[in-house]
Nanobody
Framework: VQLQASGGGLVQAGGSLRLSCATS????????MGWYRQGPGKQRELVAR????????????KYADSVKGRFTISTDNAKNTVYLQMSSLKPEDTAVYYC?????????WGQGTQVTVSS
């Protein structure tokens, strides 16, 4: 199983970006998908996560307080893909963003994608 993240880039403060993370490989069920980030000199932190509708009624979300109201996590269960729509971006959102998925009782990480927000 592999996770492929995309969509990062450079954006001005107040702008928007949409991150995508597609899964590939042999997958039976996905229990949880999410995004984490690691800013310069900081520890990796949870940004948002969502339970998968494949094995649950699905769609239960959790957000870091710092992104509530600005970021939205969603999934396309048919494509086993998780998205992170980021709006009203701030310089403090600058970080490497990593997608994460709990698939078939195993935790997987994608490669990071850089998000840089200029002031």
């Amino acid at each position: 199983v592999q996770l492929q993240a995309s969509g990062g880039g450079l954006v001005q403060a107040g702008g928007s970006l949409r991150l995508s993370c597609a899964t590939s490989g042999s997958i039976f069920s996905i229990g949880l998908m999410g995004w984490y980030r690691q800013g310069p000199g900081k520890q990796r932190e949870l940004v948002a996560r969502i339970t998968s509708g494949v094995i649950t009624s699905g769609g239960i979300t959790k957000y870091a307080d710092s992104v509530k109201g600005r970021f939205t996590i969603s999934t396309d269960n048919a494509k086993n893909t998780v998205y992170l729509q980021m709006s009203s971006l701030k310089p403090e959102d600058t970080a490497v963003y990593y997608c994460n998925a709990f698939i078939d009782a195993t935790n997987y990480w994608g490669q990071g994608t850089q998000v840089t927000v200029s002031s």
